[in-house]
Structures are given as C-alpha cells and as structure tokens.
C-alpha cells in the first residue's frame, strides 16, 4: 500500500516538474521571441487607402504628388470583389482600394464613417511567425493569421493586426519574391503609358520618414503600450501640451519607434484648450483614431515643393513674422543654412534646428473634402527630431484653416 502511494506521490511530482519545465521553456521561448521581434519589423512597406473611387483617387496622387501608375488588381485579374490601384515613387508605394460591388459591407462602413483614408500601414519583417505568436501572447487582435500568397514569381507570407481605431497593420515577409509587388498584381495598365505625367517635372520624394496617427483624449498612452507590448517598438520622443499649445489649443505627442528606428509613428492626442484642438477635428470628422499625415523625406525639399505647387499641390500658408522672427534667431545658432532663406520664405518652409543640425518640413492641406488626411514633405540635415520648434507656427496655420471651415 505504502508503495503505491509513493509511486503515486513520484508520478504526480515528475509530472508536475515537467509542467514547470515546460512553462519555463515557454516563458524563455516567449522572451526569445520578443527580443528578436524588434529586428524582425524592418521598415515600412506600402501603405493601403480605402476609398470611393481608386481609380481617380490614384490619378490624382500621381498627377498632384508625382507618383506613378505601378501595379493593379482588379476585374481584370481575377479579384471580383476590391479593385487596388498601386502607385509608387521610388520607396513610397500607395495601394488605393474600392469595392465593385454594392453590398460590400466592411468597406461600405468604413468609407460612410470615415471617407476616404488610411486603412492599412503595411511593415516588411522576417520571422513573421515569431512576430503573430508575440502579438496573440500579449493579448494584440489578429484580424487574420498567416497566410501566403504565391504566384508565378513565388511566395509571400502575410497576417494582419489590429492597432488604433480602424487602422491594421500586414506583416509582409517577401523571403525571395521576384515579382513586381505582390502576388497576383499585375503591371499597371498606364505604367509607363501616361503621356501627360511623362510631361510633368520629377517631384523626388523618397522613402516615408513617419507616419502620424490622432487619438481622442485619454487614448495616447494605451496605444503606446500596445506597440511597446504587441510588436516591441520603444519610445523615440515624446511632448506635451506645456510646451505644444497655442492661445486656442494643445497637444500632447509620443513617438514609437522600432528597434532600428526605420519606423517612427508619432501618436497624438487633444489637450485642453478653449477652442478645438486640430487633433479633435480630426477626430470629429474621421469619427475615430485613424493615420493624420504621412511624412514623405525628400533630398531636395526646395526643388520637391516647387514642383509640387506647380503641380497644384496646395499646401498651408506662413506669415512673413514667422520667417523674420526665424532670421533673427539664426544670428545667434551655431547652424548654417545651406538653402537660400528667400526660397524657402517665397515656398512657406518652416525650419526647425538645433547646435547639431536641422529639418525642413511643409504641410499639405487636408487631401479630400473632409479635414482628416494630409502630407507633410521633410528634409533632414543631420536632425533626428519632429519640428518641435514649428509645432506653434504649424498649430496656428492649421488654426487658419479651421476658422474657415468654422471648426475652431
């Protein structure tokens, strides 16, 4: 008798030191993983806008913003469902998207809600399984697993995550993929046959520098944690409203980042004003968190917005104050400002600077009839910052804008 309890007591303990060891191995997995997800996420990959019509919606990027026609999916190719019109120009690519048919729900909801935006901000990783196992251990919503999608020129791995509002997030690990941009795309039926852009001058936008999301009140700090927690990005920078406000209204700003620091995200939210802060009208209007504007880095900004407004890009406007008052403080900054001042005062460029270097920046205004989604064009020059010193000048052009449109 003695003994079967003993063999019994053995048993239950060998088993449940083999459930230890396998929880501790799990925790240790777990841990592995999020060390190497931060590598895993490597940089922004295409960004995906639903909208009305794609067609004129990606024609008039590439009219207004110097894109070109690239890839296509649509009737044509087989997709019954969701036409995508994809423009690139050099390491930017846009996807518009639109339902074909009439009781599309998920994209009749969303266009109702929120019009014409940014749906999808899509990251190119590598260890796309380790990066979803993360994500679901922390608790992150996967809107769908790991699929993959192949075609003649091979295979890509996808999943898709749910971040703010309505926005998501595609992992995409292309591995050897040879084909124009994903699977079953095919080359735009204009690529390279558009005889109107071909007479239009090369804009030279780059590569995304960050792309900015608006939360409501209160939201800032739980979507920073869920980057932190869900795909292991850091605090880049951060502000508040003591030190971004105007007369009417503030801000408060955290910058996420991933480990290599090709992705920043800047995630906003209102502060207490006594008027409508810029980030609540979006709010309003958008009817959600959602992406407020993509920064677009550009080599030669001077160059980039000057053929930008020829081609009718319209951007906000600065006081001369702003370009006296910035002369005034160079006199006294270690800086020196390779570009003529006088360009950059006749294009409305702001200049934000510190002992180190500084950036150029301009902003677009709102690109559809809704103030939601708008560009911001930046040149960097040895500074890593967001144009803090601008946030004012940029809040109080913006402030312009909505005392016309009777929001402030």
């Not at 990606?58 to 009737?75: D, I, V």
């Not at 390491?91 to 639109?98: E, G, L, R, T």
């Not at 990066?131 to 769908?144: D, F, L, M, T, Y």
Request: glycine share 6%.
């Amino acid at each position: 008798m003695d003994n079967d309890v003993n063999t019994h007591y053995l048993i239950r303990e060998e088993k449940n030191l083999l459930q230890r060891e396998e929880k501790e191995n799990r925790i240790f997995e777990l841990h592995l993983a999020a060390m190497t997800i931060g590598k895993s996420i490597q940089a922004f990959d295409h960004i995906t806008l639903w909208v009305g019509n794609a067609l004129q919606a990606s024609s008039w990027f590439c009219l207004r913003f110097g894109f070109e026609p690239y890839a296509y999916r649509g009737l044509e190719t087989g997709s019954r469902e969701v036409v995508s019109h994809v423009v690139k120009q050099n390491k930017v690519i846009f996807v518009f998207q639109s339902p074909l048919l009439p009781d599309n729900q998920e994209y009749g909801e969303h266009l109702v809600r929120h019009g014409d935006g940014v749906k999808d901000v899509a990251f190119s990783v590598n260890n796309i399984e380790h990066i979803v196992e993360q994500a679901k251990a922390k608790g992150g919503k996967i809107v769908k697993d790991i699929w993959t999608e192949t075609d003649e020129h091979g295979s890509v791995k996808m999943a898709c995550v749910q971040t703010y509002g309505d926005t998501t997030h595609t992992l995409v690990e292309r591995g050897d993929y040879a084909g124009l941009f994903l699977p079953n795309y095919h080359p735009h039926p204009l690529k390279n046959k558009d005889a109107l852009l071909e007479k239009l001058p090369e804009v030279k936008l780059d590569f995304i520098d960050h792309i900015v999301g608006n939360m409501p009140d209160n939201e800032m700090e739980n979507t920073t944690k869920w980057y932190e927690n869900t795909l292991q990005f850091h605090r880049f920078w951060s502000v508040d409203d003591s030190v971004i406000h105007t007369q009417y209204s503030s801000l408060r700003s955290i910058v996420v980042s991933n480990e290599q620091e090709t992705i920043k995200m800047p995630i906003n939210e209102p502060a207490s004003g006594s008027k409508k802060s810029q980030i609540q009208e979006y709010v309003d209007y958008y009817g959600s968190s959602g992406v407020q504007h993509i920064a677009l880095n550009t080599s030669d900004i001077l160059t980039s917005v000057t053929r930008l407004r020829e081609r009718g890009t319209q951007f906000l406007e600065v006081p001369s104050a702003y370009y006296t008052d910035l002369r005034e403080r160079l006199k006294h900054s270690k800086v020196q400002i390779v570009e003529d001042l006088s360009v950059i005062e006749k294009l409305h460029i702001l200049i934000d600077y510190d002992d180190n270097g500084y950036l150029l920046q301009i902003f677009t205004k709102p690109v559809q009839d809704r103030p939601t989604l708008f560009f911001e064009i930046i040149q960097r020059r040895n500074h890593s910052g967001f144009g803090i010193g601008n946030f004012k000048a940029l809040f109080e052009a913006i402030e312009r804008d909505q005392a016309a449109r009777g929001n402030l």
